[in-house]
């Protein structure tokens, strides 16, 4: 019997540890309570993060870092920070090119005397600036500019013989330009004289020839052939000469006599050049020829009604 009752009684103490552990047992996690308190946080967090944008949005310069303790109660903002892209926002420094040069002659034989086309180029740009500095501003009508070196080509430069009406050596430019947009042809001879300009003659016309011929002088070229005619008969010896004008694409050859002898002519884009050296007195003119390809003649200035054959 007393084996019986205890294994009753432990029988009864196994059921009684089995229901207290069974009550003991901790309750499951509150997840939905969790999930909401979870979501309120991340609300906040979103909304104080939002405010801090839109204080950034109205700052006009920098960029500025958060800081805080991790659970979203104190978020300040800190001093501020460079900003990477200030430098972008920096105004570059505009760079100052060179001014463009004009073109040089088709032959060497057209820069003279020991002229180089940098020096010639230095005159041609003086000549333009006292021709925009001497225009009168109170003129009616649009100004007369000449350009930019860097248009033109220089045909000729060679020393220049002072006399009686411009005393004072120098040397002359000459060049020419033609319009992109319309067949007109711009042409300068200038005299510069102790790195100042003494005298400057412009022309501008079409490229359509007055006297109707292959060849047309230019109207002007007197300039660079002759002396003052107060010194008619007193000219300074020996002068340095030269000769210009407009030749037509079928002008193969020009010849220029002045003086007792012949020079050829350099043909350069639609024009012909022509230089020498006079050592003694002359009355007229430079005795003007040209031919074809095929050896013809197609110009002789002694037919030319248009052109002066003695001197003033």
């Not at 967090?45 to 958060?66: C, F, H, I, M, S």
């Not at 003129?139 to 006399?163: C, E, F, H, Q, W």
Request: hydrophobic share 35%.
């Amino acid at each position: 019997m007393g084996n019986e009752h205890g294994r009753d009684f432990e029988a009864q103490v196994r059921d009684m540890l089995a229901e207290y552990a069974y009550t003991i047992q901790p309750p499951s996690a509150p997840y939905p309570e969790i999930l909401r308190k979870g979501a309120i946080e991340r609300r906040r967090r979103v909304a104080a993060a939002g405010a801090v944008l839109v204080a950034l949005a109205a700052a006009p310069v920098g960029a500025y870092a958060l800081s805080g303790n991790g659970d979203g109660k104190n978020v300040n903002t800190a001093a501020p920070l460079p900003s990477a892209s200030a430098s972008l926002r920096t105004t570059p420094t505009p760079v100052q090119l060179p001014p463009i040069r004009p073109t040089g002659p088709a032959t060497p034989g057209q820069l003279l005397d020991g002229i180089t086309l940098a020096r010639a180029s230095d005159g041609l740009e003086k000549c333009l600036a006292w021709d925009r500095e001497t225009q009168d501003p109170s003129a009616k009508g649009p100004r007369n500019d000449l350009g930019v070196a860097g248009r033109y080509r220089i045909i000729l430069a060679m020393n220049s013989t002072g006399d009686s009406n411009t005393p004072g050596d120098g040397f002359f430019v000459v060049a020419v330009k033609e319009q992109r947009m319309k067949p007109q042809v711009t042409r300068l001879i200038c005299n510069i004289k102790d790195g100042k300009v003494a005298n400057l003659n412009t022309s501008m016309g079409s490229k359509v020839f007055d006297n109707g011929g292959q060849v047309m002088p230019d109207i002007n070229g007197g300039k660079l052939y002759q002396q003052s005619f107060i010194d008619r008969g007193n000219w300074k010896l020996p002068f340095r000469w030269g000769t210009i004008g407009q030749v037509k694409p079928s002008v193969a050859r020009v010849t220029v006599s002045y003086g007792g002898s012949t020079s050829e002519a350099a043909l350069d884009h639609g024009w012909f050049v022509a230089s020498g050296t006079l050592n003694k007195q002359v009355t007229l003119a430079p005795h003007i020829k040209a031919y074809d390809r095929a050896g013809k003649s197609v110009y002789d200035s002694d037919n030319d009604a248009g052109y002066e054959k003695t001197l003033p």
